[in-house]
């Protein structure tokens, strides 16, 4: 995909590797919409980026999720990319992680992603593409983050699923399976503590590999292989 001129929605923008992503997209010349939670923090990052388009939302409504792309796609003029940066962490042994954190993790990591992700399929042209940030506790499955896991891993099936689906559309369907990254993120967990983690990528090297995955999607969708970066 080529970045410059390219018309692409950023939910989760307030989020370290999401604010990070939107300001390198900029950088490079792509006309982009920003969403996040955080209203503070969005207006300031619009402002940063030249008072792009901006919209809050919460991931817990889903319905929100979905309208949040038809506002992209009009406040753009179209898409060409969504890409998913919307997470939170939680950890602790399965029989310590109530059925109300568990469904906040699966709402937070998987559905409202989806919910992103579902909404964009019909809008995008051939060769756009839809992503979203995994990790590699899809395939470690550590011990202590069972429900956590869950959800990111039903994220991960559900996009190879997807990506089958959209061969003959042409639209490219990435799966960011980033390394830990050191963004803060496993200490603002809406559970438990996150165990002792070797050190990680910066949050700088996780934007490269989003790029890098971004641009490696080709202008025909031709080419569905799981991103990985």
């Known amino acids: 995909m080529k970045i410059e001129g390219a018309r692409i929605l950023v939910p989760g923008a307030t989020g370290a590797i999401g604010s990070g992503l939107a300001e390198r997209l900029h950088q490079r010349g792509a006309h982009i919409a920003i969403a996040g939670r955080d209203g503070a923090a969005l207006a300031w990052l619009a402002g940063v980026l030249g008072e792009v388009p901006a919209r809050h939302f919460d991931a817990y409504d889903l319905n929100a999720c979905a309208d949040t792309v038809t506002w992209g796609h009009e406040a753009l003029n179209g898409l060409d990319a969504v890409v998913v940066c919307v997470g939170v962490a939680g950890f602790g042994p399965a029989e ?27 809008l995008l042209p051939r060769g756009g593409a839809v992503a979203a940030v995994t990790g590699i506790v ?11 896991t869950a959800s990111k891993a039903a994220l991960a099936f559900w996009l190879s699923s ?9 639209v490219n369907v990435l799966d960011l399976r980033l390394d830990h990254v050191e963004s803060g993120f496993a200490q603002r967990a809406v559970v438990g503590r996150p165990p ?30 799981s991103e990985k970066p």
């Open 96 to 122: 310590t992680v109530g059925d109300a954190v568990a469904e906040h993790l699966v709402t937070v990591n998987a559905l409202a992603p989806m919910a992103f992700l579902r909404a964009a399929l019909p």
């Open 138 to 148: 899809v395939d470690a499955t550590p011990a202590g983050m069972a429900d956590y």
């Open 162 to 170: 997807v990506r089958r689906e959209q061969r003959r559309k042409g």
């Open 196 to 225: 002792t983690l070797p050190r990680g990528q910066s949050v700088q090297e996780a934007v490269d590999k989003v790029m890098e995955a971004l641009e490696g999607a080709p202008p025909n969708g031709a080419s569905h292989g």
